[in-house]
Every structure is written in structure tokens, then in C-alpha cells.
């Protein structure tokens, strides 16, 4: 009897473990003083159960200081995507950034890019996918 309710207790631990309230994925952001312009950092990890301590660890690792400082786990998710904009390329300066977790590539992509747009006030260019120009989607999501 004893092995048979220790045989149960360790399928429920290995049920709950693999559910997927679970998150996978995970972005943090980092903006010094909530001003792009003095710096921008991002991380994004998914279909990864530590994703929320190495997004934050990545984070972190930004070359200015008071940038990897300022990062915040925006968000932690399972079967979703996520999009990041910003409105500068190579040097110029970010004056605007904007990020989205949603159902779908498109939505996060459209949420992403009018958050940015609404953060630069009307200055520097406008806001396009940063990174790469992909959107990242964890699980099943497309």
C-alpha cells in the first residue's frame, strides 16, 4: 500500500509539473528611468521552463549598467508570441519602444509597434520590429 500511495503522490507532482499553467516563455525589458533614449535592453526566452530567470538574467547583462539595473520581468507565458519594437537602427537613438504577448504573431507584432509609436511622442523615426524583425512564439502558437 505504502508504494502504490507513493507511486500516486509522484504522478500527481509529475502532473502538476508538466501542466501547462506552467510558464514557458518569458520577456523582461529594461529602460533606465523609463526613458528609452538612456538605454534598451530586452530578453526573450521560450519553450523553456527557466525561462523567466534567464530572460532576467540576460536582461541584466546589458553593456550600460543602469539599463541591465532597470530590468523588469514584463511577463511570463505559455503558447503565445511575443514582438519587440524600437524606432532606431545601429546608433541612432531609441526614442520609442514598445512590446506585446499576445495569441498571435500578428496582434503581438501590431501591439508592439503602437505601443512604440504612442512612446516616441511624434519623434525620431518610426517604430519597426527590433531584433531581427521576428516575433518569437512559444508552444503552439503562430
Not at 530578453?43 to 525561462?51: R, V
Given at each position: 500500500m505504502r508504494k502504490y500511495i507513493l507511486a500516486m503522490m509522484a504522478a500527481c507532482i509529475?502532473?502538476?509539473?508538466?501542466?501547462?499553467?506552467?510558464?514557458?516563455g518569458a520577456l523582461?525589458?529594461?529602460?533606465?528611468?523609463?526613458d528609452p533614449n538612456k538605454g534598451f535592453r530586452w530578453?526573450?526566452?521560450?519553450?523553456?521552463?527557466?525561462?523567466s530567470s534567464k530572460a532576467m538574467k540576460d536582461c541584466r547583462a546589458a553593456r550600460n549598467p543602469a539599463t541591465?539595473?532597470?530590468c523588469i520581468l514584463i511577463g511570463t507565458f505559455s503558447d503565445q508570441c511575443v514582438a519587440v519594437a524600437a524606432n532606431a537602427e545601429g546608433s541612432d537613438p531609441v526614442t520609442g519602444a514598445g512590446w506585446a504577448i499576445a495569441p498571435d504573431s500578428a496582434t503581438a507584432t501590431q501591439r508592439a509597434i503602437a505601443q512604440c509609436n504612442d512612446s516616441r511622442?511624434?519623434?525620431?523615426?518610426?517604430?519597426q520590429l527590433d531584433g531581427d524583425g521576428s516575433v518569437l512564439c512559444d508552444g503552439s502558437a503562430k
Open positions: 509529475a502532473a502538476a509539473f508538466s501542466s501547462s499553467s506552467f510558464a514557458e523582461a525589458v529594461g529602460i533606465p528611468q523609463g530578453s526573450i526566452q521560450i519553450n523553456d521552463p527557466d525561462a541591465g539595473k532597470a511622442h511624434g519623434t525620431g523615426k518610426s517604430c
